[in-house]
């Protein structure tokens, strides 16, 4: 039986009508569709495409567990096992699509399954989908770069107060929020910040003073360079 084949397929940030022509045909298309949660009905992702996609309430769903911990052994062992749950249904001929938030080129985790099923063969195909910061941008009003500008994208797990000395724009994601405040106010910075963004519980912060402490996980900070 010749083997099926899986689509990474990045859904955007939340906001439904952001998701690509391409995305939503694949779905369509698709005999199993994947998600990156044990639960389903809890899954973002899933939620986003379900707007774009009503006849994703008739495809069978498969729930594929991607833990957010910082435990590299278990996070591993949690990769393994979703891999080895794909690479059944795909032996089983089926078209696979796979969600993934934003695109499945930055800061996806989807992409841990996909290295390892297209080291063992498997065709698989990563398909674009908007990225946060552009929505971000976007939600804003402002551009992230322009002429000779640098633009800097940088998780939080990174110190904010070294990547704040670069030129250019710089994007922070993923965030310890009071950390990235202190960095941005200590260096008198200006800051922007979207929580949410696309979603209905979109928040936005127009400088750093008004960003709160507790904000959700799904939140950009946008620190430009002063202009000269």
């Known amino acids: 039986m010749k083997k099926g084949k899986l689509y990474g397929v990045g859904v955007g940030p939340g906001d439904p009508e952001l998701m690509t022509l391409k995305a939503v045909r694949l779905i369509k298309e698709a005999d199993l569709i994947a998600v990156p949660h044990r639960d389903k009905n809890k899954c973002l992702a899933l939620r986003i495409a379900s707007g774009a996609v009503p006849e994703l309430d ?5 729930e594929i567990s991607m833990p ?3 435990d590299m052994k278990k996070r591993e062992m949690a990769y393994k096992a979703g891999a080895d749950k794909l690479a059944k249904v795909l032996d089983e001929g089926k078209t696979v699509v796979f969600l993934t938030l934003g695109d499945p080129s930055v800061f996806s985790t989807y992409y841990y399954l996909h290295e390892k099923l297209a080291a063992a063969g498997y065709d698989c195909e990563l398909v674009s989908g908007v990225p946060s ?6 939600a804003l009003n402002t551009s992230l770069c322009q002429d000779k500008e640098e633009l800097h994208i ?4 990174f ?3 070294k990547a704040l000395a670069y030129p250019g724009t710089k994007v922070l994601m993923k965030n310890d929020i009071p950390t990235t405040k202190n960095a941005v106010i200590e260096r008198g910075l200006s800051a922007m910040m979207v929580e949410n963004c696309g979603s209905a519980d979109q928040h936005i912060y127009n400088s750093v003073e008004e960003i709160p402490d507790e ?3 799904f939140s950009v900070v946008v620190v430009k360079e002063e202009k000269k």
């Open 154 to 157: 940088i998780p939080g797990v």
């Open 159 to 161: 110190n904010p107060d």
């Open 68 to 70: 957010m911990i910082l």
């Open 58 to 62: 008739d495809k069978e769903i498969l």
């Open 133 to 138: 910061f552009c929505a971000v941008a976007a």
């Open 215 to 217: 904000v959700s996980y």
